[in-house]
């Protein structure tokens, strides 16, 4: 049994602008749990005990979160990374810390404990998970023979491809390896070098199941409607009389879910929540806590920040609506293109397919919309945005615009 292991989230997840222009990127919601939350349950289900986390962007936020661990079962200690040169330096930083075998997990990926048991089959190897997915042009390709790494090509194949999953088995050796590694082209450290200097060594175990690389905003509402499914009814709020609940529930403390509203489960809905009254949460809504869901609102399949509310006659459907954001009377998200076709999005500067037919929008923190404003399927909007009354919005706007 393996009882140590690392989670790499010293990075800053700039693909994920804006999610990540105020808040580390671990910390994000899938289901009602931080992305690195559900990390640390599956790998104590498999006997993990001591966790070490690297942590530099918005390393506090972090620690203030997860504190030593205690109230997951696990015990937690964190690692500073004052600089990111790669991910091979990001590795490195755990050298003098960690004695024996260990699971490493990029801090962005989805595991489960199924998975993490099928990488430690062979107790004396290291190892790395793959898996195939359609287009692999985004990530490097693995190449392996006999179940043993072969190579790692660099990014840029297209069509239907087995790549690196993120989930890793090391010991002492991979130290070693990355100690021989000269930088990259781009400057960095990479992982990937080290572990090509080290093939003959690294077991290759292909992941089982769904796989997610939450790599762009829209990928968590992906992942979203995928692991909501796994919540169960667990009631600590109010829930007024003449309320319709259909499919199950999470509801927080200090909830209320006022009388006429009507809600299709899976909801996760987190403390300090006012729901109603004649509200209507469809399946995939995820609140992270502190939201205001008014009269004759609508919240299909979508993630509210803690702090950001729909108050009064608004329809948000497959968007993330970051912190402390207020939507105006009226104000509706769409979803869908009139042609029903995917909807495209300009993100850092290119025009991206985002592979959904339904998708709203991604709204940053602090972002206040007027009345009766519409905003366009496949808009992103950066924090502190100002969109005026009736403005009708599209594309994407850099923090701190003002749109009338």
Not at 313 to 327: A, E, M, P, T, W
Request: with cysteine.
């Amino acid at each position: 049994m393996i009882e140590n292991a690392l989670i790499l989230a010293a990075g800053k997840g700039t693909r994920m602008w804006p999610l990540t222009e105020n808040n580390p990127k671990p910390l994000l919601p899938i289901g009602g749990l931080s992305i690195i939350e559900r990390q640390i349950y599956e790998l104590k289900k498999v006997g993990v005990k001591n966790i070490f986390i690297l942590i530099g962007y918005k390393m506090k936020d972090i620690s203030d979160k997860l504190e030593n661990g205690g109230k997951y079962g696990v015990n937690i200690d964190y690692i500073t990374q004052e600089e990111q040169k790669g991910t091979g330096h990001a590795v490195a930083q755990a050298k003098n810390v960690i004695e024996e075998r260990f699971y490493c997990i990029n801090g962005d990926m989805i595991i489960n404990a199924e998975n993490l048991t099928k990488l430690n089959h062979d107790k004396n190897n290291l190892a790395m998970m793959v898996t195939e997915v359609e287009d692999c042009s985004n990530f490097g390709v693995v190449e392996s023979q006999n179940d043993y790494l072969v190579s790692i090509i660099e990014k840029g194949a297209k069509g239907k491809g087995i790549i690196n999953a993120g989930s890793y088995i090391f010991d002492k050796r991979i130290f070693s390896a990355i100690d021989n590694i000269k930088k990259s082209i781009r400057g960095e450290y990479e992982l990937t070098d080290a572990l090509q200097s080290i093939s003959d060594k690294i077991k290759i175990v292909n992941h089982a199941g769904f796989w997610k690389d939450i790599g762009s905003p829209w990928d968590l509402i992906t992942a979203n409607e995928i692991y909501i499914k796994d919540i169960s009814n667990n009631i600590q709020g109010i829930i007024e009389d003449n309320v319709t609940i259909k499919g199950d529930l999470h509801l927080g403390e200090n909830s209320i879910i006022k009388s006429g509203t009507y809600i299709e489960g899976p909801v996760w809905i987190g403390e300090n929540c006012t729901i109603g009254p004649n509200a209507y949460l469809r399946i995939g809504t995820v609140l992270c806590g502190d939201n205001k869901i008014g009269a004759s609102s609508e919240i299909k399949n979508s993630i509210l920040m803690k702090g950001a509310k729909a108050p009064h006659h608004n329809y948000v459907g497959d968007s993330i609506i970051g912190k402390n954001s207020n939507l105006g009377s009226g104000t509706k998200i769409a979803n869908l293109r009139l042609d029903k076709n995917t909807i495209n999005v300009v993100h850092q500067g290119k025009k991206i397919d985002s592979g959904r037919r339904k998708f709203g929008a991604i709204i940053g923190d602090n972002v206040n919309t007027g009345i009766n404003s519409t905003i366009n399927a496949g808009t992103i909007l950066g924090s502190y945005v100002r969109i005026g009354p009736n403005a009708s919005v599209s594309g994407t706007y850099e923090s701190q615009s003002t749109i009338i």
